[in-house]
């Protein structure tokens, strides 16, 4: 019988079981655990070890997450800088001085994550997903990190090198299977070649190998390089040139990889994708004076972009006066930075070094308070807001795979029978 199977004749016998019984029994246990809300059962995963194993069994985390739904919380804002990615003509070289990875830290967890000094051993920014993060440093060292644990796992390297290239970081977790993971490198080459291939290399965390596979797209295509792309359900989506998004499925057996026209076509300061709530691709451009959010829907078994919300900065700003006038942002520049982790109604938009957030239907803006650096040039840097679910167990440690262990993490998994 399932864990949620048994809840209610399990919930029956309790009253009839000493206390000893049931906190000996892993099915009464499970039952009971099932019913905590997020922000406890982070906290029992300390109780002892028998506790970790239940909360942390694959089986468990799906019901739970299926059950109560838990939100993401925001740790920061990672800073990515793709100035000295790959081979550059001018030779430059990152200062000593200057971090490979700052973070913006806005919550506790990220000031833990600053003072511990691992991001300084990580590399660069690439991809993050329900908190794991990926880093690394072309094309020879590629990481994946675990807030959760402080554990990093080092990726075998590559076999194939891409000149430039495009990287996303799939996750994959099931009730039987457990936790997995894909890494997808793709090359990016200029527009001129006008090719219909696409040169992939995957990594699978199920087979612990690089495999190289080649895309086939109906239309000549060229990824715009060192973009950061989206992951949703499994599909990549990633900026191309020419004002479009390239779009590969990775759980088809099918090498094909798709294009799509973006709403808007012209060169706009800022573009970012997201995902709505309902699990849709979201895309947002904004100038010096407005701001679109739209979503690409299927109607009619044909992929279309249906407009969310247009938004006046100017307009904005007088409706929340007061924000204005203590951020002095009347005489500088507005510009979308973010969208939420799986929300529609608010975005993240920077006006000089300040960040806020916008509420699309109170139509309030609210100052985002962080912590870190200020001194980096904006306008070279993408800043993405770094989120993990809050949820407990860590998948890297459920794997036990192996990996680099630091103090923090032996101090977070310290709990006895």
């Known amino acids: 019988?399932?864990?949620?199977?048994?809840?209610?004749?399990?919930?029956?016998?309790?009253?009839?079981?000493?206390?000893?019984?049931?906190?000996?029994?892993?099915?009464?246990?499970?039952?009971?655990?099932?019913?905590?809300?997020?922000?406890?059962?982070?906290?029992?995963?300390?109780?002892?070890?028998?506790?970790?194993?239940?909360?942390?069994?694959?089986?468990?985390?799906?019901?739970?997450?299926?059950?109560?739904?838990?939100?993401?919380?925001?740790?920061?804002?990672?800073?990515?800088?793709?100035?000295?990615?790959?081979?550059?003509?001018?030779?430059?070289?990152?200062p000593r001085a200057e971090p490979s990875l700052p973070l913006l830290s806005t919550s506790s967890t990220g000031d833990e994550i600053e003072s511990s000094g691992i991001l300084k051993k990580l590399g660069y920014y690439i991809d993050s997903s329900d908190g794991l993060l990926l880093c690394g440093r072309h094309p020879k060292a590629y990481y994946l990190w675990d807030p959760s644990t402080q554990k990093q796992q080092q990726l075998p390297r590559p076999r194939v090198h891409f000149e430039e290239l495009c990287m996303s970081l799939i996750t994959e977790d099931c009730p039987d299977k457990g936790f997995s993971y894909k890494v997808i490198r793709a090359e990016s080459v200029g527009f001129t070649a006008q090719s219909t291939k696409l040169k992939v290399e995957t990594f699978s965390s199920k087979t612990s190998t690089w495999s190289y596979s080649e895309l086939t797209c109906p239309e000549p295509i060229s990824l715009s390089p060192w973009t950061l792309g989206r992951v949703i359900k499994g599909v990549v989506y990633w900026h191309a040139r020419g004002g479009k998004v390239a779009m590969y499925d990775s759980n088809s057996e099918e090498k094909r990889v798709d294009m799509i026209k973006l709403p808007k076509t012209y060169d706009y300061d800022e573009q970012v994708l997201g995902e709505t709530i309902d699990g849709c691709l979201?895309?947002?451009?904004?100038?010096?004076?407005?701001?679109?959010?739209?979503?690409?829907?299927?109607?009619?078994?044909?992929?279309?972009?249906?407009?969310?919300?247009?938004?006046?900065?100017?307009?904005?700003?007088?409706?929340?006066?007061?924000?204005?006038?203590?951020?002095?942002?009347?005489?500088?520049?507005?510009?979308?930075?973010?969208?939420?982790?799986?929300?529609?109604?608010?975005?993240?938009?920077?006006?000089?070094?300040?960040?806020?957030?916008?509420?699309?239907?109170?139509?309030?803006?609210?100052?985002?308070?962080?912590?870190?650096?200020?001194?980096?040039?904006?306008?070279?840097?993408?800043?993405?807001?770094?989120?993990?679910?809050?949820?407990?167990?860590?998948?890297?440690?459920?794997?036990?795979?192996?990996?680099?262990?630091?103090?923090?993490?032996?101090?977070?998994?310290?709990?006895?029978?």
């Not at 019988?1 to 809840?7: F, K, P, V, W």
């Not at 009464?28 to 069994?57: F, G, H, N």
């Not at 309030?364 to 407990?392: I, L, N």
């Not at 794997?399 to 101090?411: E, G, K, L, S």
């Open 1 to 94: 019988m399932s864990c949620s199977g048994r809840l209610k004749t399990s919930l029956g016998m309790t009253s009839a079981l000493s206390a000893h019984e049931v906190l000996n029994s892993n099915d009464t246990m499970c039952e009971i655990l099932l019913l905590l809300p997020p922000e406890t059962i982070y906290k029992l995963i300390l109780v002892s070890k028998r506790w970790l194993q239940i909360i942390a069994s694959p089986y468990f985390r799906h019901t739970y997450l299926a059950k109560w739904n838990p939100s993401f919380e925001l740790i920061g804002f990672l800073v990515c800088s793709s100035t000295y990615l790959g081979r550059r003509v001018d030779g430059a070289r990152r």
């Open 282 to 417: 979201q895309y947002g451009w904004s100038n010096k004076s407005v701001m679109e959010v739209w979503k690409l829907e299927k109607v009619n078994d044909v992929l279309q972009w249906n407009i969310l919300f247009k938004l006046n900065f100017k307009v904005m700003w007088k409706m929340n006066s007061v924000e204005a006038t203590r951020y002095s942002v009347r005489t500088k520049e507005t510009q979308l930075l973010a969208f939420l982790n799986q929300k529609s109604d608010s975005v993240y938009i920077r006006c000089d070094t300040h960040i806020f957030i916008y509420d699309t239907e109170t139509k309030r803006v609210e100052v985002v308070q962080y912590q870190g650096r200020k001194s980096f040039v904006w306008d070279y840097c993408k800043v993405v807001p770094y989120f993990r679910r809050t949820w407990p167990c860590s998948p890297l440690f459920e794997n036990n795979v192996m990996m680099i262990d630091t103090p923090q993490c032996n101090a977070s998994s310290a709990g006895s029978n």
